[in-house]
C-alpha cells in the first residue's frame, strides 16, 4: 500500500482530504499530521480527544535515542479515529515553533511510514502542509522535505480555481526537481482536484502539465465537519466526499503500484524497523481479539 503526502500552496484542503481518504479506505489506515504550521484535527475532527500526551512531537524525544525507539514510541502516539482501531492518527505538533526540533525525526518516521505500509498494509497519508519553497529548494523546516522524499506518491491538492491554479503553478517545476534530485523521481508528484471552480480535471492537467489522479467533490457540509469539528452532519457515512475519497484511495493505490511495476523496485528492506513494528502489530490485533 502507498504512502501518499499530500501538499498545497495554501489552504485547499489537505486536511480534509487526508482525513476523508483516511477514513474511507477500505484497508487499516493512517493518517500523520505532519504540517509543521502545527496541526488541527486534534482541536477540530477529534473534538479534543487525542491530548497532548499523544503526537508528532514526542517522536522528537524518542529519535534522539535511535530509530528503534522512535519506531516503538510511533506505535504508541497513535490515536484510533474508529472503534476498531483501523483508522489510525498521528496527531500533529501543537505549538508550531516545535517543527524546529523536528529537523531529525523526518527522516526515520519516513522509513517507519514505509514499514507500516509495505509490511502492514496500511494505506498512509501524510498531512505535510503547505510547501515552503527556499531559493528554489524546499525549506528544511518549514516543510517536512524528507517524507515528501520517501514519499510513493506526492499529491498536490489544487482547486479548479484561478486563484488555486496559479499558486500551484510556480510550485510545479521546483517541487518536480527537488523529487527528482533527491526524492523517487519527478514522476511521484501528482495532483488531487478539490471540485471547486471552473476548470475540470482535464483542463488542470492540462495547465500545470501534472497528471490529476483524483477528485473529490465540493461538499462545504462534510468538509466542515472534517476540517472543524461539531455535529455530524446528515446523511455523513455516504455522502458524495466520502464516497468519492473511497474511489480516490483505489485510484492513488493503483498510481503508486504502476510506479513500482514500472521501476521494478523491490519491497523496501528495513529490518530494525519491521520487526519492531511487527511485533507492535500483533500485540495491537492481539488485544482487539
Ligand atoms: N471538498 C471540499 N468541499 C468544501 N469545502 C472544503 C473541501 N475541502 C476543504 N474544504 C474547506 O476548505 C477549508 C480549508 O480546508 P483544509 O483545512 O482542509 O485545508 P488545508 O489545505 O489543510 O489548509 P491549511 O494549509 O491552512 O492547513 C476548510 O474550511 C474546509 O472545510
Ligand atoms: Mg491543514
Redesign the pocket.
Known sequence: MPVTALV?A????????GLALTLASQRPSLLAEC?P?GG?IRTGYMHGTATAGYGLYHLAAAERVGPDALARAFASHLVSMDEAGHRKLLPGLIDPAEAAALGRTWPTLAEVLHVLSADAGYDVYV?A??LALDAGRLHPTLTPAALLYQADLVVL?VRGTEQSLSLARHLIAPLRAELDEHGTGGESLALLL?E?GPYRAHQVAEALAVPVLAA?????SV??F???GGRVPRGYGRSP?LRHARTATEQLDAAAQRRRIHNQWPQPAHAQIAGVLKRLTQTQEGGRD
Open positions: 498545497s495554501k489552504s485547499c484542503g489537505v486536511t480534509t482530504a504540517d504550521a488541527s498531512d502542509g503547505r491538492v478539490i471547486e473529490l467533490p465540493w461538499d462545504p468538509a466542515g472534517l476540517s472543524g466526499l
